[in-house]
């Protein structure tokens, strides 16, 4: 599985041949940081999100799990972003993952921190940002600090339930999460913020899909999108992609 190593300040990009030897790298390296966790005495906290990619992601996660699950058993899933739909809805990230990944790998359930997007958007966020709060025992006014968030990217480069286009008062907004609404159904939605994803200790970005490309080049040299928002609010972001950066970036190619 041959790849592409390109490091970008802030970010590492990571360019593979296709989206299943993208979400196959990318599995294997998340299951490495779980064992690195497990054999630290930690009980990592991980942020999902959605998406086409994701899928993909989960199916080749659990495959790279089988007979090992434990390690994944450990650690405790929250989501970068939630539609407001009930558990079990067809359009619901938790219902996503759950489905390809947690339950196959026998998560507890007391490990499954979801989303409850059937409260709707405004209880939902509130619901949420109190739970990750509790968990990793953060005071009012602090920001809880998540150990790894899984992104996707939008062909409108955005991340999580982030849009283009938000007031500066939204995009500073202090709240854990927030609601959204999106620019296409379901509507209601409610996101993580973007002081968490600059807070988070890793955020791995997997971008891949057809429409994306120009999204992806601008948000590696502007900060205008909501990607190119996260990237300069962070350093290390690592970027698993199908997709081609712009020209003129200098690589050093590897094996994978």
């Given at each position: 599985?041959?790849?592409?190593?390109?490091?970008?300040?802030?970010?590492?990009?990571?360019?593979?041949?296709?989206?299943?030897?993208?979400?196959?790298?990318?599995?294997?390296?998340?299951?490495?940081?779980?064992?690195?966790?497990?054999?630290?005495?930690?009980?990592?906290?991980?942020?999902?999100?959605?998406g086409r990619i994701a899928r993909v992601f989960f199916e080749e996660a659990a495959r790279v799990?089988?007979?090992?699950?434990?390690?994944?058993?450990?650690?405790?899933?929250?989501?970068?972003?939630?539609?407001?739909?009930?558990?079990?809805?067809a359009e619901s990230n938790y219902a996503l993952a759950a489905r390809a990944l947690l339950r196959p790998a026998g998560v507890p359930e007391v490990n499954v921190h979801r989303i409850p997007g059937e409260f709707g958007g405004q209880l939902a966020?509130?619901?949420?940002?109190?739970g990750l709060m509790k968990w990793t025992g953060t005071d009012a006014g602090e920001v809880p600090v998540l150990d790894l968030v899984l992104l996707g990217m939008g062909e409108?480069?955005?991340?999580?339930?982030?849009?283009?286009?938000e007031t500066p008062d939204a995009m500073d907004s202090p709240q854990v999460y927030r609601a959204v609404t999106a620019p296409k159904p379901p509507r209601e939605r409610v996101t993580i913020s973007y002081d968490i994803l600059a807070r988070a200790e890793a955020v791995w970005l997997l971008a891949s899909g057809d429409g994306k490309e120009?999204?992806?080049?601008?948000?590696?040299?502007?900060?205008?999108?909501?990607?190119?928002?996260?990237?300069r609010s962070r350093s290390g972001t690592r970027i698993y992609t199908d997709l081609r950066p712009e020209s003129g970036f200098e690589g050093q190619s590897g094996g994978g």
């Open positions: 599985m041959e790849q592409q190593i390109i490091m970008s300040p802030p970010c590492e990009i990571r360019i593979f041949g296709s989206p299943g030897d993208l979400a196959k790298a990318a599995a294997q390296d998340w299951f490495e940081f779980l064992q690195v966790m497990s054999l630290a005495g930690r009980e990592p906290s991980v942020a999902l999100s959605g799990i089988a007979g090992q699950e434990a390690m994944v058993q450990r650690a405790h899933y929250f989501w970068a972003d939630e539609r407001c739909v009930p558990a079990d809805h966020a509130r619901t949420a940002g109190r409108d480069g955005h991340v999580a339930s982030l849009f283009p286009g120009e999204a992806f080049k601008s948000a590696l040299t502007s900060a205008e999108s909501p990607l190119g928002r996260v990237l």
